[in-house]
DNA sequence: ATGAAAGCGCTAACAT
DNA sequence: ATGTTAGCGCTTTCAT
């Protein structure tokens, strides 16, 4: 039993398929008897519409595709939470791609999106290859990219600076008084935000004539339990450094607990730094320094800025949306820093 | 500038449009040279093929329609990722979906996805409300139901039993000399799984003369922070529980960082016991209980069901795929149970 | 190996 | 307020 088009609703009815379309669509011009049997006709035959017909038609979609490059910490998925909400209301749909930081993937899910017509496309970062930045300019929709602010946007950008965010939390350490650094990371070859924070970092540090005493980068994606392996080797290593630096804050949580195994105090010997402002790191039982990246927020604006831009003039709208992360966790630094 | 149509392509090579269509997928009966004249035009024009036009025409489209309840906390995504994970290579596309447990939402997100004309459809649970299972079954395609398996599905289902899950925690914790329990939970009235845990662990307390002697449960989501706090709460109202059992492994977390904030020694004076495995768990500075579910798994399950279904016989497939959750840390309960 | 005609299910534009 | 015509961009079917 196939499904009931368009066509057989109105027959049931006794009306034209424009009659039918109107009064489906909740369009002006249809008296309210003839709307009633119109939806009767639709409620008893299960009748949905088919937005294929639909959006080739009108020669226009609902659907906002998204790409990210992971799903296996909760930073992306409260990025698509916050555009799924953002765009709540809008009638507009999410249609998600995860690209695992693999750039010919991610050339592939575009490509494969764009073939939808989507009204707008939403991807991460600024690094691109200038393969995958043609398929997005010739796509002739609006390109949003989201989290970073370090590179050439295409069209709309939305994010936060990771070299500032690195350099900031450098400076904030230094001025808590650490002086011997350690870092901490992982897959930084594809994490390419990560290894902005981390050039940020070492620029300050080396502005003060310091540097990292110790270094552990692992290939594997960051985990608590690979922060806390990595930590637990260096701290073998260099007992006496009284600070790292992790790349995100899930390898920062592992760090700590590998801390608290070894007896090792935290804050007062070593003070553990991460990025992300994860709500994990509010309830630990010692305190860790985090950059707080609004995650949610970058994707709310990032529908808003969708939503402006499929109904209004492109050319007028704020190309660039800085948000500027709070740096939380250590002592006389509260809550300095603001979004913007 | 309008992208270039089909047309436009087979113009540009001097050839049909037919002759285009076949070309660019690479299908039998076309010579080589001609071939390579379509591909280069294609190229050359940056043209993307209209899925919408393709889906209506040939009357079947590469969409799996996904509905999940939430994204705050890892849960989720890692079904996502698996999903998509199973999908890759078979030119299938999943468009997801977040109803924020909300039946109503959910039931809206499903008829809008239904309009798409997915090849299939997977949502989360068994327990959607007639009007939506109608939608469901209208649909004539393959519907998967993830996570549960405590209720009657509509097609094929794959998930483990939460009531049994409650239940074999309970057992392995009386096992384990454990006989004052508490319970920590939250939003229970919109996750259905969770109170299904409950009531199993429950069924099974009752039957050895036990209960909960104390229940702290807020209507807010699962949170680390939500658990410490419950938890904090619960242990200054009744401070001789020897354990509690959270909703999930979030909660528990909390739980566990209130008990050391309070310096109760986990698990010796109280065991904690949580739901889900997640990778947090096993890097923590205490032992927790927890039940593993393979989340990841479900979702490439699920992904191969979808693949299977679409191209053979339906009736032939098992319609049930039973997951047994694993026991993890409790002392004497190494690495009992197996997936099936 | 290639092309022409018809049509997928809907809406836009133009009648009436 | 309702109906008619044409067409969105592609594939299917049937010729050649």
Redesign the pocket.
């Known amino acids: 039993m196939?499904?009931?088009?368009?066509?057989?609703?109105?027959i049931e009815a006794?009306?034209?398929?424009?009659?039918?379309?109107?009064?489906?669509?909740g369009?002006?011009?249809?008296?309210s008897?003839?709307?009633d049997k119109v939806l009767a006709a639709a409620t008893r035959m299960n009748?949905?519409?088919?937005r294929?017909?639909?959006s080739?038609?009108?020669?226009?979609t609902n659907l906002v595709a998204v790409v990210v490059p992971s799903m296996s910490n909760i930073v992306f998925p409260e990025v698509l939470a916050g555009i799924s909400a953002g765009l709540d209301g809008s009638g507009m749909q999410a249609v998600f791609g995860i690209s695992d930081y693999d750039v010919a993937k991610e050339r592939e899910i575009i490509r494969d999106m764009l073939s939808w017509q989507p009204c707008a496309i939403i991807v991460t970062g600024l690094d691109q290859p200038e393969e995958t930045a043609d398929l997005l300019r010739h796509a002739n929709i609006p390109v949003i990219q989201l989290m970073d602010l370090d590179g050439t946007p295409i069209d709309f950008n939305v994010g936060l600076s990771h070299g500032a965010a690195g350099e900031g939390m450098a400076e904030a350490l230094i001025a808590a008084g650490r002086r011997r650094f350690g870092y901490v990371g992982s897959a930084l070859a594809r994490d390419l935000r990560a290894g902005k924070r981390k050039a940020g970092f070492e620029r300050v540090l080396h502005a003060h004539g310091l540097g990292f005493a110790e270094q552990q980068i692992d290939d594997a994606f960051s985990s608590i339990a690979l922060g806390k392996q990595l930590t637990t080797t260096m701290l073998a290593a260099v007992p006496d450094l009284d600070c790292i630096y992790y790349s995100n804050d899930d390898m920062a949580s592992g760090g700590l607990f590998a801390c608290m195994e070894l007896g090792v105090a935290v804050p007062k010997k070593i003070l553990i730094a991460g990025f992300n402002g994860l709500d994990l790191v509010g309830s630990l039982p010692a305190p860790i320094a985090t950059s707080r990246s609004p995650r949610r927020a970058i994707g709310e604006v990032a529908a808003q800025l969708v939503r402006q831009a499929v109904m209004s003039n492109r050319d007028a709208m704020p190309k660039t949306i800085v948000f500027t992360p709070t740096i939380a966790g250590i002592d006389g630094y509260g809550a300095a820093g603001s979004a913007s």
Do not use: F, H, I
């Open positions: 196939r499904k009931p088009t368009l066509e057989e609703v109105a006794g009306v034209s398929k424009m009659t039918a379309s109107r009064a489906l669509r369009v002006a011009d249809v008296s008897e003839t709307r009748y949905v519409g088919n294929l017909a639909l080739l038609s009108s020669q226009r």
